[in-house]
């Protein structure tokens, strides 16, 4: 049962972004010793049990949460987010946690640009305005034509493109279905095409090791069960805007478990890329 409390919802947000920072600290230490595949392989399996006990324990059970009329669009949104994380996973090692998350933070601007030809939805010139403002910020982050220019810097934008696509798609098979029928696929199918590709590349670990990846599954459940009480006790115009503090407690783990550097720039550009999504945000909900 639904009900509208948004400071709750606030402090559930707050706390979502608190375990996925952690979560994403974790991931950067595994993807660092093992093959990238094979450490989100086997969180998406405590990822696809957790799924499937909650729907078990809904009416109907496993045969309602998996009946669909879109069956491929469902499928298709699975294995994106599967491909999505790998590829943020694989900026972690790469990047860090600052920069890859510094760029990362304008998919919702790239949600608000495709929202037009994949959902049929209308933006604005002043949306369109912020999208390009947020993107300015992006190229002051990745600083094309200053020195030698990474193209290791376009993982993790490619990461916030998918995750994006992966977010409409989400909005539009819930026009048929629902929320739960939703995360049902997105945790099997997943964990199906994760299976596919990261038996391959299974590769011993170390008892410790093991440890970590038991605290990886950890916080990847805790952290989807309060994204879904967080949307069960408000609304999501309301505590979205605090989805960026990932942003911020995600660098905060980098610099100082993980020595790494916040460089002007990256502070500037991420600024600027906030700005601009909460703009977005708040014309959403205002035209809402």
């Known amino acids: 049962m639904t009900r509208n409390d948004t400071s709750l919802g606030i402090w559930f947000m707050v706390a979502t972004t608190l375990v996925f920072a ?22 998406y399996w405590f990822f696809a049990a957790f799924v499937m006990t909650i729907a078990a324990r809904q009416a109907g059970g496993l045969r309602a949460a998996a009946a669909t009329t879109q069956p491929l669009v469902q499928g298709f949104r699975g294995f ?15 990047l860090g946690l600052v920069e890859s998350h510094a760029v990362f933070a304008c998919y919702p601007l790239l949600v608000a640009a495709l929202s037009g030809p994949v959902l049929g939805e209308s933006v604005g010139w002043r949306r369109w305005t912020a999208i390009g403002i947020g993107f300015v910020g992006v190229m002051i ?7 030698v220019f990474s193209p290791l ?4 934008l490619a990461a916030a493109s998918m995750f994006a696509l992966y977010g409409l798609l989400t909005r539009y098979v819930a026009r048929a279905d629902t929320a739960a029928t939703s995360f049902f696929w997105t945790g099997t ?6 299976t596919l590709a990261g038996i391959w590349f299974w590769e011993p670990m170390t008892g410790p090791d093991w440890i970590w990846m038991g605290a990886l599954c950890l916080t990847g459940v805790a952290g989807h069960w309060l994204l879904i009480k967080t949307y069960e006790v ?8 605090f989805a960026y503090l990932q942003l911020v407690f995600a660098s905060t783990i980098g610099v100082v478990l993980f020595a790494e550097t916040i460089r002007p720039n990256v ?8 700005a601009a999504g909460l703009f977005t945000l708040w014309r959403a909900r205002r035209k809402g």
């Open 141 to 147: 982050i990745l600083e094309p034509g200053f020195g």
């Open 153 to 156: 810097a376009l993982i993790p």
């Open 189 to 194: 199918t997943g964990a199906f095409a994760m």
């Open 267 to 274: 502070a500037i550009g991420a600024a600027i890329i906030v």
């Open 234 to 241: 408000a609304e999501a115009s309301a505590v979205q805007p």
């Open 80 to 94: 994106l987010l599967a491909a999505e994380i790998c590829v943020m996973v694989a900026a972690f090692t790469y």
């Open 22 to 43: 952690v979560q994403d600290g974790i991931s950067q230490h595994l993807a660092s010793e093992y093959n990238v595949i094979m450490v989100v392989m086997i969180r």
